[in-house]
Structure formats: C-alpha cells, structure tokens
C-alpha cells in the first residue's frame, strides 16, 4: 500500500491560522479521496509555523476500472431510413469516445458500453493537490512578489512524494521536491525526505518537531522540570499552551525573573502582562505568584542570556506602566469614576455606559427583591460593576475589566460582596468557564446581559453564524445557564419586558420585540440543552408554553418526558394521545362535555376517568402515572365510538371530551412532537 506526504513550507504563519488549516487541510483531502473512489486508512496532519503537513497511509494504487452503460438517441433518430447510422448517433458515439461499430439497439434505443480505466494514485494527487492548497481559508491573506495568487505566507518550498517518489507539481512559482528545511537556527538547513515514514525523525535530527502534540507535550514536560529545578509550580494555561505551541519549532523554556516590588500590583494585572501580553507561563509557591516566569524560546543553541535579558527587560516596562495605572487610579474611590462612564457611549442611540448602569441598578433591584437577595448590596455593585472601565488601568489592559473593579472596590472600602459581585457580574466569560458564585454577581450578570441582548435586538442588528455583536450568544448562555444551574427563580419572560420598558420611547413595536428575543432566548436553551436531552423531547417541552417564565419547571418536564420516551411501553401511550391530537387537530378551545350527551360507556368511562385527575394539584411523575392510567380507557373509545357523528352536538361534545383529556396530557409536553 502507498503513503503520501505532503509539506507546505512558508514564512512564519499567523497561530490563530494553524489549527484551521490543519482541519482544512484534512477535510478537503479526505472529500477528495472520497470523490475519486481511492481508498485509505488515515490522514494525519502536522504543523509548525513554518509548515502545513499531510500523511496520507494505505492509499491504493489506483481508481477502480468502472463498465458504464449509457442510453443514446432513440432508434427513428439513430438510423435513416435505410438503417445507416445518423449523425445523431455519429456524435453521440464520438462523445463517448468509442467505435460506432460498437453502438448497439435495445428497446428501440442505442446504448454504448464504455469501458472506464481508472486513474493511478500518482496521477490524482498530481492533477489536485495544488487545488487543494490554493482552496485553504483564513483571515489576512496575502500576494508576494508578482503573482496572483494568494495565501497566509509567502510560500517558500514544497515536499510531495509518494513512497519515494516525487509527486511533483508547481505553486507560485515553487517546484514540489523531496527536500524540506530544518530550523532556521539549524546547522542542517535542508532536510531530504527520503519517504513519509522517516519525515518525523528527519526533521527532529534538524531542530523541527513537526508533531503538534508530542511538541505541546515536550512543552509541558520541560517547563515542569524547570519550575522543579527552583522549587516552583507551574499552571498551565490551555489557550496559552497552544499558542505557544504554534509559534514554535523547537521549545526551549527559560526561567526569567523580575523585581519583587512589582508582586505588589493585583495578582492578576501581573499574571495578564506575562500570560496574555508576552505568551509567559507565571511561576507559582505555595499558591502565591513568585517573581519569575519561564518564556519558551524558539531556540537550537545553548547561548540563553541575551533570551533571558530581553524578555526580563520587556515585562519589567510592562509591569512598571501597570504599577503607574494603579497608582494613579487610587488616588480616588471606585464611585468618583461613575460620572466619567457618562462620556462613554455604550451603543449609538441607547445612550451612555452611565445609562446602561442606571438601567442595570432598576432591573438588578427588581431581581434582588423577587429573589429576596440583599437589596443593598446587590444595588452597590449594580452602581459600581461599569466604574472601572474608565481607570488607567482597564484602559490599557481592556480584559481586566471587572477584575480591576473587584480590587479597586476593597482599597476604596466596599464590601467583600460588592467586590466580588464587581468581578463575577462578567461571568461565565465562555461556554465552559465558571458561573458567579455569589449572588450580587449573579443578579447583576444577568441584569447587565439582558440590557445589552435587549439594546442590540432593539437596534435591528442580525445574529448570524460570522455575526454575534456584543457577544449576544454567549450573553443568553449566560444568562440561561446561571439560572438553571444556580436554580434562581426568575421569570425570564417578565425580565425581557422589563428591560424593553426600560428603553421607553425608543421602541416602536414592543411586543415584536419582546417576541423576537424571546424565540431567540428558546433557541439557544434548545442548543444548550441537545446534548442532555433529544430534540424532540426538547420541541415537545417548549411548544405552546412560556418555558422561559419558569426554567426550573422546563427542567423538571425535560427530566420526567426524557424518563418516559425510554419507556418500553411508551409506544403504547403516545399513540393513545397522538389518536387524540390527529382527530381534533388544531382545535385549541374546548367546552366541558355533556355527560346527557354521551351514548356509550366508553365515552362515560373515559369522562370519570379523566375527571377524576387534577393536573394542577399533582406532581409530574403523578400525572405521567394517571396519565398512564387513561390509555386502555382511550384505546376503548376509539374501538367502539365514531368521533365523526352525524348529529352536529354528539360529535361537538366527543370532540370536547378529547379536547379535555388532551390537557391533561398537555400540561407535561406537547406529545406530538415526540418522534417514537
């Protein structure tokens, strides 16, 4: 069997382009293998910021030869009239590339059977895979020299062999070889690749890793045993890890320090210049933050001094203008910067950051007296959560926002609550983050997210798949998932329409509104909630209820409808109301029957039986059990009673007593979106 390797050499490519390409790279080949019917066992992808590189393994040799029979023109149209060939068949023969002696008649058509050599792997990779590279996607594209063409870097050279072969082909002017480079601080500035299976270790004899995970590992492993050599812990930060494992070849960590004086600014202005700003791994003793990082180097040599010097000098100017900011901005208390927030705008037409806070205060004061939270303290760090947006500080580090306020709020003498309310009101800053554990920071959270989801819809802005101003996904998740885990009662229904009063005049249409950030809010709890739960069972749970006026009801119909679907007999009891729903339909007003109206026993039974069940008063799981009990009393009804009746009040009063066990059912799920 073949292995293909490929290998894209460029000028150093942006990180945030590597992991893309890498995807890219491995779908469009493997959609290519696919449409050309050649089978293979696995793609494996590698990168550096110098390299885009694929293995193929297993690839057969070549395409399957593939017989064809195809339908020609009809037979008065193939044949004139003394049963020579026309130009119609002439053609279509020579379209197909075959001998017209070879066209034969059948059901009064001519067929052609064609023979389909198929291709050598050799010539499929050839003719596609430049497409394939050309085909890549990513931000900050660019053109070199004079070509046309476009690509992150500049392409520099080309690898593609099969086996030992060259697959040899030509991009901007690069003819593909066998020949790939070490690191540029290699002594073996030319690497030749005798075949795939020795690609790895070629370039690991010059200084490249090319293997995106054994390189991460080695990052962790080394960086461990360099923190141990001091007596030191080190935290490692995912994102950071894989930044920096696409920036590098070959790491090398190196242990720097910076003065003890700097410790003094908050933890986490410092840990921010060293792990945001300059790609740092912080160094840690017993919890606290000690005055020294490991930088990893991209570096073949032994000479680490001007490394060390040159990191050290940058963090120390960075850490110098942060002890600036903070001593300039606590030279006054938290609140004197709320009026600055006025000479802020928060979004053209819906006013300040300034009146953002005062909204923000009305909605967080309202929850906090719903939820009987302490009013004071959640209105306190509604007041103060926007102020330091405006400090030095936050101006210049724009991701400490929050943060900076939960410091600056202690040093001007807040509480402890309202300080880490000031920090966690931004929480969850993603999907998988944590929620704000204290409750100031969960009410104020959700009272600041919804204002910005009900501002950025008021202003006509569309939510796409490349479009999300303001972050107004990750605001609904954030706000959906703190009530439902925190297990808050809050009536999200009624805090949208809070929020859109709140923007008085500058709505037209309220209740559209209202409407569209509500479909909006159910869409994204329905996303939030697939992997737990089946679409279906999520549809029936919503349809036809305000979910969002009570989540934690949603939830506990989600638990006990997903419980029942699994049910070996509950084939049985969606039928039972499924019969019901098909014969009134889309009927929504039903009348109490008439017991003088009722002909047979199975109505009566059905009636008593049904009566006798008092949705409102019953738990789920109760009702999901009388309910239960109605299906032979349903499925006897439907045996020996015509719905349909000729007299007009017979069949109006059957369709009410349906209409009446169909909410009993209704008050769990709408059952007919459930897909059984």
């Given at each position: 069997?073949?292995?293909?390797?490929?290998?894209?050499?460029?000028?150093?490519?942006?990180?945030?382009?590597?992991?893309?390409?890498?995807?890219?790279?491995?779908?469009?080949?493997s959609?290519?293998?696919?449409?050309?019917?050649?089978?293979?066992?696995?793609?494996?992808?590698?990168?550096?910021?110098?390299?885009?590189?694929?293995?193929?393994?297993?690839?057969?040799?070549?395409?399957?030869?593939?017989?064809?029979?195809?339908?020609?023109?009809?037979?008065?149209?193939?044949?004139?009239?003394?049963?020579?060939?026309?130009?119609?068949?002439?053609?279509?023969?020579?379209?197909?590339?075959?001998?017209?002696?070879?066209?034969?008649?059948?059901?009064?058509?001519?067929?052609?059977?064609?023979?389909?050599?198929?291709?050598?792997?050799?010539?499929?990779?050839k003719?596609?895979?430049?497409?394939?590279?050309l085909?890549?996607?990513?931000?900050?594209?660019?053109?070199?020299?004079?070509?046309?063409?476009?690509?992150?870097?500049?392409?520099?050279?080309?690898?593609?062999?099969?086996?030992?072969?060259?697959?040899?082909?030509?991009?901007?002017g690069?003819?593909?070889?066998?020949?790939?480079?070490?690191?540029?601080?290699?002594?073996?500035?030319?690497?030749?690749i005798?075949?795939?299976e020795?690609?790895?270790?070629?370039?690991?004899?010059?200084?490249?890793?090319?293997?995106?995970?054994?390189?991460?590992?080695?990052?962790?492993?080394?960086?461990?045993?360099?923190?141990?050599?001091?007596?030191?812990?080190?935290?490692?930060?995912?994102?950071?890890?894989?930044?920096?494992?696409?920036?590098?070849?070959?790491?090398?960590?190196?242990?720097?320090?910076?003065?003890?004086?700097?410790?003094?600014?908050?933890?986490?202005?410092?840990?921010?210049?060293?792990?945001?700003?300059?790609?740092?791994?912080?160094?840690?003793?017993?919890?606290?933050?000690?005055?020294?990082?490991?930088?990893?180097?991209n570096?073949?040599?032994?000479?680490?001094?001007?490394?060390?010097?040159?990191?050290?000098?940058v963090?120390?100017?960075?850490?110098?203008?942060?002890?600036?900011?903070?001593?300039?901005?606590?030279?006054?208390?938290?609140?004197?910067?709320?009026?600055?927030?006025?000479?802020?705008?928060?979004?053209?037409?819906?006013?300040?950051?300034?009146?953002?806070?005062?909204?923000?205060?009305?909605?967080s004061a309202?929850?906090?007296?719903?939820?009987?939270?302490?009013?004071?303290?959640?209105?306190?760090?509604?007041?103060?959560?926007?102020?330091?947006?405006?400090?030095?500080?936050?101006i210049?580090?724009?991701?400490?926002?929050?943060?900076?306020?939960?410091?600056?709020?202690?040093?001007?003498?807040?509480?402890?609550?309202?300080?880490?309310?000031?920090?966690?009101?931004?929480?969850?800053?993603?999907a998988?983050?944590?929620?704000?554990?204290?409750?100031?920071?969960?009410?104020?959270?959700?009272?600041?997210?919804?204002?910005?989801?009900?501002?950025?819809?008021?202003?006509?802005?569309?939510?796409?798949?490349s479009?999300d101003?303001?972050?107004?996904?990750?605001?609904?998740?954030?706000?959906l998932?703190?009530?439902?885990?925190?297990?808050?009662?809050?009536?999200?229904?009624?805090?949208?329409?809070?929020?859109?009063?709140?923007?008085?005049?500058?709505?037209?249409?309220?209740?559209?509104?209202f409407?569209?950030?509500?479909?909006?809010?159910?869409?994204?709890?329905?996303?939030?909630?697939?992997?737990?739960?089946?679409?279906?069972?999520?549809?029936?749970?919503?349809?036809?209820?305000?979910?969002?006026?009570?989540?934690?009801?949603?939830?506990?119909?989600?638990?006990?409808?997903?419980?029942?679907?699994?049910?070996?007999?509950?084939?049985?009891?969606?039928?039972?109301?499924?019969?019901?729903?098909?014969?009134?339909?889309?009927e929504?007003?039903?009348?109490?029957?008439?017991?003088?109206?009722?002909?047979?026993?199975?109505?009566?039974?059905?009636?008593?039986?049904?009566?006798?069940?008092?949705?409102?008063?019953?738990s789920?799981?109760?009702?999901?059990?009388?309910?239960?009990?109605?299906?032979?009393?349903?499925?006897?009804?439907?045996?020996?009673?015509?719905?349909?009746?000729?007299?007009?009040?017979?069949?109006?009063?059957?369709?009410?007593l349906?209409?009446?066990?169909?909410?009993?059912?209704?008050?769990?799920?709408?059952?007919?979106?459930?897909?059984?």
């Amino acid at each position: 069997m073949n292995k293909y390797l490929l290998e894209i050499g460029t000028e150093e490519l942006a990180y945030k382009f590597i992991p893309s390409a890498m995807e890219q790279l491995k779908s469009e080949f493997s959609k290519m293998l696919e449409e050309n019917k050649i089978d293979y066992s696995t793609i494996k992808v590698y990168a550096t910021p110098r390299r885009l590189t694929v293995i193929i393994e297993e690839l057969s040799d070549k395409q399957q030869d593939v017989q064809k029979i195809i339908k020609g023109p009809i037979a008065t149209i193939a044949y004139d009239e003394k049963g020579n060939l026309t130009q119609a068949a002439l053609g279509f023969a020579a379209k197909n590339n075959i001998q017209p002696s070879d066209l034969y008649k059948q059901d009064n058509y001519i067929w052609a059977k064609i023979e389909q050599k198929g291709k050598s792997i050799n010539e499929i990779l050839k003719n596609n895979v430049p497409e394939i590279i050309l085909k890549l996607k990513g931000t900050h594209f660019m053109r070199w020299a004079d070509l046309d063409i476009k690509f992150q870097r500049p392409i520099r050279w080309i690898v593609s062999i099969l086996n030992e072969d060259k697959i040899e082909f030509e991009i901007a002017g690069i003819k593909s070889s066998n020949i790939s480079r070490g690191h540029r601080f290699s002594d073996k500035t030319e690497v030749e690749i005798k075949n795939p299976e020795s690609y790895l270790s070629a370039l690991e004899s010059a200084n490249v890793i090319a293997d995106v995970e054994k390189r991460k590992n080695t990052i962790v492993r080394l960086s461990k045993e360099k923190a141990a050599e001091i007596g030191a812990d080190i935290i490692i930060d995912k994102d950071l890890l894989d930044e920096v494992t696409f920036i590098t070849e070959w790491p090398v960590p190196v242990v720097c320090s910076f003065d003890e004086k700097y410790l003094q600014i908050p933890e986490k202005v410092a840990v921010t210049v060293m792990a945001v700003h300059q790609r740092y791994f912080p160094l840690y003793k017993d919890g606290k933050l000690l005055n020294k990082f490991i930088t990893i180097s991209n570096y073949t040599g032994n000479y680490f001094d001007n490394i060390k010097a040159g990191n050290e000098r940058v963090v120390k100017a960075r850490l110098e203008d942060a002890v600036f900011f903070v001593q300039e901005d606590t030279q006054k208390p938290l609140i004197a910067y709320l009026d600055e927030l006025k000479g802020v705008t928060f979004q053209k037409g819906f006013g300040s950051v300034y009146d953002k806070t005062q909204r923000i205060c009305k909605l967080s004061a309202d929850l906090a007296k719903s939820l009987k939270a302490p009013v004071a303290s959640v209105e306190r760090t509604a007041l103060l959560c926007k102020a330091d947006l405006v400090t030095k500080l936050v101006i210049e580090f724009t991701e400490l926002q929050g943060y900076i306020g939960a410091d600056y709020a202690l040093r001007s003498g807040e509480t402890q609550e309202v300080s880490k309310g000031i920090m966690e009101h931004y929480f969850p800053l993603n999907a998988d983050s944590e929620l704000a554990d204290g409750i100031e920071g969960q009410i104020v959270g959700i009272a600041d997210k919804m204002d910005t989801i009900v501002t950025v819809f008021a202003d006509g802005k569309k939510i796409s798949g490349s479009q999300d101003p303001l972050g107004i996904r990750r605001a609904t998740l954030g706000i959906l998932k703190t009530i439902i885990v925190k297990k808050l009662d809050i009536n999200l229904s009624a805090l949208i329409k809070s929020a859109i009063e709140l923007l008085q005049d500058k709505i037209e249409d309220k209740e559209k509104l209202f409407k569209t950030i509500q479909n909006f809010f159910e869409q994204r709890l329905t996303i939030m909630l697939s992997d737990q739960y089946r679409h279906d069972v999520l549809e029936a749970c919503i349809s036809g209820k305000d979910v969002l006026a009570d989540l934690k009801d949603f939830i506990k119909r989600l638990e006990i409808v997903s419980s029942l679907v699994k049910k070996q007999d509950y084939t049985a009891y969606n039928e039972a109301i499924n019969r019901i729903i098909r014969i009134i339909k889309n009927e929504e007003i039903f009348a109490l029957p008439d017991a003088n109206l009722f002909v047979y026993n199975e109505e009566r039974n059905l009636w008593e039986s049904s009566a006798a069940i008092d949705e409102n008063a019953l738990s789920y799981e109760q009702l999901i059990n009388k309910t239960e009990e109605l299906i032979p009393y349903i499925s006897e009804f439907f045996e020996k009673v015509l719905v349909m009746d000729k007299n007009e009040k017979i069949k109006k009063n059957r369709i009410n007593l349906l209409g009446y066990v169909k909410n009993k059912f209704n008050k769990i799920a709408d059952f007919s979106k459930i897909v059984c």
